[in-house]
């Protein structure tokens, strides 16, 4: 069973960077051929936005609206991956998911999402 947790600071201030971690346990982000960890968020009232993943070999690839502002990098040693995204605002708040998704774009298993306020 592959478990996902998400952690990081719950209110980050307007033009900060916003850094959120996933851990994962029960499966191996550099083994788990196949496999691409990812970011998602839901900002309050609207549907779900993929902001970016990486692959098992290290590559990240990022959606067009977040672009300029994101960066997503991993720890293999403790089998985490990370979130920055940089220059937020409060439209930025939103519930941050971290997810594995397979092939045929099939989420199979997500983080319980961690709420994230930008305010000053």
């Known amino acids: 069973q592959v478990q996902l947790q998400e952690s990081g600071p719950g209110l980050v201030k307007p033009s900060q960077t916003l850094s959120l971690t996933c851990t994962v346990s029960?499966?191996?982000?550099?083994?788990?051929?196949?496999?691409?960890w990812t970011w998602i968020r839901q900002p309050p009232g609207k549907g779900l936005e993929w902001i970016g993943a990486?692959?098992?070999?290290?590559?990240?690839y990022y959606g067009p609206s977040l672009k300029s502002r994101t960066s997503i990098s991993r720890d293999t040693s403790k089998n985490q991956f990370t979130l920055q995204l940089s220059s937020v605002t409060p439209e930025d708040t939103a519930v941050y998911y971290c997810?594995?998704?397979?092939?045929?774009?099939?989420?199979?298993?997500w983080g319980q999402g961690t709420q994230v306020t930008v305010s000053s």
């Open positions: 990486i692959s098992t070999s290290g590559s990240a």
């Open positions: 029960g499966g191996s982000i550099i083994t788990d051929i196949n496999y691409w």
């Open positions: 997810a594995r998704v397979g092939v045929g774009n099939l989420y199979d298993y």
